[in-house]
Structure formats: C-alpha cells, structure tokens
C-alpha cells in the first residue's frame, strides 16, 4: 500500500530564508505527485503538479521537483514571505484497480516569521 | 465562476443524530470525493463516485454514507453509527483520468454537542 511521509512536520524560519520542504513515498508506480497549500480552516490549493514524466516544476518562488526511482520530492520556496505561512501537503496519484486513487502525506506546517 | 462550494461551514451534531454536509461543483467533473481530515494527519479518503448513480467505500466509510443523484452533487451524511465524527470534511471532484488534479472545497467542520 502506497505511504507518503513530510518531514518535518512544522518549520520555522525567518522572513526572506530559502527553505525546503521533502516528501517521500514508497511505491514509485504513480501517474503524478502534486503540492498544496492549506491555509487554518480552509481547503486545499494546489500549487504544482509533478507528471510522473516529468523532474521538476516552477511556478514563481516555488520550485518542485520529482525523483520516481527514489520515491522523492522536494518543494523549494524561495525568499519566503510571511504570507507563505500555512501547511504545504504533497499528493501522489496512483492507480488502484479501476480507480485513481490519490495518497496525502500529513503535511508540513510551515511559519515564516517576518 | 466555477468551482466547488460545501455548506454549511460549520455543523453541530447532537449524539444519535444524522446529519448531511453538502457538496456542489460546477466544474462538470465526473470523479467527486469525500476526506476527512483530523488534527495534524493527511487526508484520509471516505466515499468517492466516478459517475452518476454509482458510488465506492473509500478506506474509513463506516459510519458514512452518500448519493450521486446528480453529476455536480455529492452529499455525505455521517450517521449516529459515526462514534467520532469531529473532524473537517474536505470535498474534492476531478476529470476521471491519472494525470489530472482534484480541486477542493472550502470544507466543513463537524462538531459534537
């Protein structure tokens, strides 16, 4: 059965710090592995979404990137804000007989403190 | 505007009553799905239906229950049976196929009176 793990699971660090956030999971069989956001009480935002195809992806400060044979991510904020403070969650989909199935880590709740 | 809305925001449940969380997208997703999300873990999957009139167990559904009457509309009733509901509820729908994201709602917390 598919696991996925976060370390850590809190961060602290001061405001304008490059950080990085570290997901594994420990079957590589899977068609993509995303990155949200959740704010305290809210839903979740995606924020990148890995193909399985695919190394890395960028979308402004946040960088992602993919090792499938070693069952990795990482997620690279840079210049961190306060406002990028909340919890990042990374998901992997996989297929499970006829369904896609996705696996949630527990997260890593993050403070960036200004 | 589209998306997914999830009433109410937050729900008392008093001990041996039903109650319903609804859940409606706009997106014309076939796949919609029901978490549950406690303090400091993952999100763990309830029920989820990948079409209209059919609907599948996830890995904690004892004690809930769904329809799919309707394409945008997915309730989740969490029933008396449900001995430790408090929790936030997360709604998700997708297009049915590996390589494309969920999108959630904003959830619901449960709470016991």
């Known amino acids: 059965k598919q696991e996925v793990t976060q370390i850590p699971a809190a961060l602290s660090v001061p405001e304008g710090e490059n950080l990085v956030l570290n997901c594994s999971f420990t079957?590589?069989?899977?068609?993509?592995l995303q990155w949200f956001r959740q704010d305290p009480g809210k839903g979740l935002t995606s924020l990148l979404l890995?193909?399985?195809?695919?190394r890395e992806q960028t979308s402004g400060r946040l960088n992602a990137s993919l090792d499938k044979s070693s069952g990795r991510s990482t997620l690279y904020i840079a210049a961190s804000q306060p406002g990028d403070s909340a919890t990042y969650l990374c998901?992997?989909?996989?297929?499970?007989?006829?369904?896609?199935?996705?696996?949630f880590g527990s997260g890593t709740k993050l403070n960036v403190k200004p | 505007d589209g998306g997914i809305t999830q009433s109410p925001k937050y729900l008392f449940r008093k001990e041996g009553q039903n109650v319903t969380l609804s859940c409606e997208q706009n997106?014309?997703?076939?796949?919609m799905y029901w978490y549950r999300q406690d303090p400091g873990q993952g999100l763990r999957l309830i029920y989820y239906?990948?079409?209209?009139?059919?609907?599948q167990k996830g890995d904690i559904a004892e004690g809930y229950s769904v329809s799919r009457e309707k394409k945008e509309s997915f309730p989740l009733t969490v029933t008396s049976a449900q001995k430790n509901p408090t929790a936030f509820y997360l709604c998700?729908?997708?297009?049915?196929?590996?390589?494309?994201?969920?999108?959630f709602g904003p959830g619901t917390r449960l709470l016991v009176l």
């Open positions: 998700a729908s997708s297009i049915d196929r590996g390589d494309e994201t969920q999108y």
């Open positions: 079957d590589s069989a899977i068609y993509n």
């Open positions: 890995i193909q399985s195809s695919q």
């Open positions: 998901a992997v989909r996989q297929a499970l007989y006829n369904f896609n199935k996705f696996y």
């Open positions: 997106l014309n997703h076939d796949a």
């Open positions: 239906s990948q079409i209209v009139n059919d609907f």
